[in-house]
């Protein structure tokens, strides 16, 4: 990338975030804003995920994490006095403990086995929550989530847009560590492992290390998502982190993009409204979301932003040509 751009680069991201910081401004639509809080809550889940599936993984578990990190934030936010920072700490703490315990059993699975050793656990946490009905609350789930407070503000929220900036700080937060993961050394191992995990372990690499680290890393930033998700809510149920949730986080990932930070987002982007405008076909939703992955799949395996890749590469290819005639008639 020439220095040009990666001006235009850093001048779109600064356009971007301005429009998104000023966004509830313009609108002042409540239902906007309350949609722009679920988008940011998917971008946290769907580029966690993103994390696991650069290392050559697909998680079924990801919403039974979010579910982790919005009980987890119930039950301290209702049972105890903790502050709003501590309970979100423990929250993504916790969080990441499990996911190295679940790490350490599920990913010296590969493939297939995998991704239902990650199904089992995602309906293992939904059945133990149904289940438990003194602490859990059961299918009923647990309301009464008190709203969150700031360390230097005398009142907790009261407003949605509150949460709208609660949301978009821990996204961006996340989105820088996902990006400085992606450019860091961790991040190459990654993507040797996604081409060969037989032979990044072969140079002395220990390949499930990094995987059980990876994995529980997602773990616990998707439980931050759920844990603003509660704190909006007020409310969490089991019917909130279901199956659907989990295939949700994946088909972001294909639609935009799997192999870029970027994809995640725009697909976040683009699925989060849809449930909210077409209520009508819930019940057809993981029908819909297994026919769209089997289509990008098939028709689109680089999702959005690989049609911009492939017409990038398209330029770069009629330049060098271009070049090599132009060089070849001055020759003459």
């Known amino acids: ?94 969080a990441v403990i499990i996911g190295l315990l679940v790490g350490r059993v599920f990913l010296r699975l590969r493939g297939d086995y995998f991704i239902l050793g990650t199904f089992a656990f995602g309906e293992f946490v939904t059945q133990v929550i149904i289940n438990n009905k003194k602490y859990l609350g059961g299918a009923n789930g647990i309301t009464g989530i008190p709203a969150p407070r700031m360390p230097f503000a005398s009142l907790p929220f009261t407003e949605q847009i509150q949460y709208y900036y609660l949301a978009l700080i821990v996204m961006v937060i996340i989105l820088v560590l996902v990006f400085m993961i992606y450019r860091s050394p961790v991040g190459r191992i990654l993507d040797s492992m996604k ?47 279901r199956f659907t949730e989990a295939t949700g986080f994946i088909l972001m990932n294909v639609i935009g993009g799997r192999f870029s930070l970027l994809g995640p987002i725009i697909g976040a982007v683009l699925i989060t409204p849809l449930p909210e405008f077409f209520r009508q076909f819930v019940q057809y939703q993981v029908f819909l979301y297994g026919a769209v992955v089997v289509l990008f799949v098939l028709y689109m395996p680089r999702g959005i932003v690989g049609l911009f890749e492939r017409k990038r590469k398209k330029t770069t290819v009629s330049k060098i040509q271009a070049a090599s005639i132009t060089s070849g008639s001055n020759k003459q």
């Open 1 to 94: 990338m020439t220095l040009s751009k990666k001006r235009i680069a850093l001048i779109l991201a600064f356009v971007s975030i301005l429009i998104i910081t000023i966004l509830p401004n313009i609108t002042h639509s409540s239902f906007y804003t309350y949609l722009s809080i679920l988008i940011f809550i998917n971008i946290i889940g769907a580029v966690s995920l993103n994390l696991i599936i650069k290392m050559g993984q697909v998680s079924i578990s990801h919403a039974a994490f979010m579910a982790i990190g919005g009980y987890l934030t119930a039950i301290l936010a209702t049972r105890t006095s903790l502050p709003f920072i501590v309970t979100f700490i423990i929250t993504g703490i916790v």
């Open 195 to 241: 081409e060969s995990e037989d032979l990044t372990q072969s140079l002395g690499i220990n390949t499930v290390f990094y995987k059980v680290f990876i994995y529980a890393v997602g773990g616990g930033m998707v439980a931050l998502g759920g844990s603003i998700f509660a704190y909006f809510m007020h409310y969490v149920s089991p019917f909130d982190f």
